[in-house]
């Protein structure tokens, strides 16, 4: 079973932020957040992770909570193209295994 | 850099029939994946080669799937015989344990297979 916990679905208006959460409550020390999205037919992408420290790429900032139980995946100025199902995986370092949950949702809105 | 190829793009069988998916990776990447992702859910692991070499295959369903790698680069993929709930996008992914994120996976655009 996914390790993770996120909302089915959500909206967000075009050119505001979208702020995706997903709850981890039993990670372990040594597991990585990742995030992945999956644009209708196509394969998931690689969009960003982490492991305790907040990081920031081209793509999104992924903030994740001191007690790392939870994270948000950020969007700073979402577009159309950013409607796509996301997806929130723990995985242990060095295991190379991702468990897929169910995802978010994310529907941007014109 | 070139993708993760996969093909077909889209399959349509009827049940009892075999199937065959074939899958290139990013080329230098050793380790291998093949997920099944059925409408509406997450992609599932059925098998994971390091090389050549099967690491995991304990989602495999034995009786009818099957999986190989023989050269450690291209992979494929077979179904025999196809059941109606094996319908579903079937998708490659690949990873290398030399890059800088080496759990990072690359995923191709997969094989939608519909099985009448």
């Known amino acids: 079973d996914a390790k993770t916990t996120q909302p089915p679905s959500m909206d967000c208006a075009e050119g505001r932020a979208a702020n995706l959460p997903c709850n981890h409550s039993t990670i372990s020390g040594n597991e990585y957040v990742y995030w992945y999205r999956q644009i209708h037919s196509q394969g998931p992408q690689y969009i960003i992770h982490g492991l305790k420290n907040n990081e920031t790429n081209e793509m999104a900032s992924l903030i994740i909570t001191e007690d790392r139980k939870s994270s948000t995946l950020i969007l700073p100025h979402a577009t159309l193209r950013d409607t796509a199902v996301y997806y929130c995986?723990?995985?242990?370092?060095?295991?190379?295994?991702?468990?897929f949950g169910t995802g978010t949702r994310l529907k941007v809105l014109a | 850099e070139a993708g993760v190829a996969q093909s077909p793009r889209y399959k349509i069988i009827e049940k009892r029939q075999s199937v065959a998916f074939w899958c290139n990776p990013i080329?230098?990447?050793?380790?291998l994946y093949w997920y099944q992702q059925i409408l509406g859910q997450g992609p599932k692991l059925l098998i994971q080669f390091q090389n050549n070499g099967v690491v995991d295959d304990s989602q495999l369903p034995k009786d009818r799937f099957s999986a190989e790698r023989l050269k450690g680069v291209d992979s494929t993929l077979k179904i025999q015989p196809a059941k109606l709930e094996d319908s579903a996008v079937y998708l490659c992914?690949?990873?290398?344990?030399?890059?800088?994120?080496?759990?990072?996976?690359?995923f191709g655009p997969g094989t939608r297979l519909t099985v009448l």
């Open positions: 080329s230098g990447h050793a380790t």
């Open positions: 995986i723990v995985s242990f370092s060095g295991t190379y295994k991702y468990i």
């Open positions: 992914a690949s990873s290398s344990r030399l890059a800088i994120h080496p759990d990072t996976q690359y």
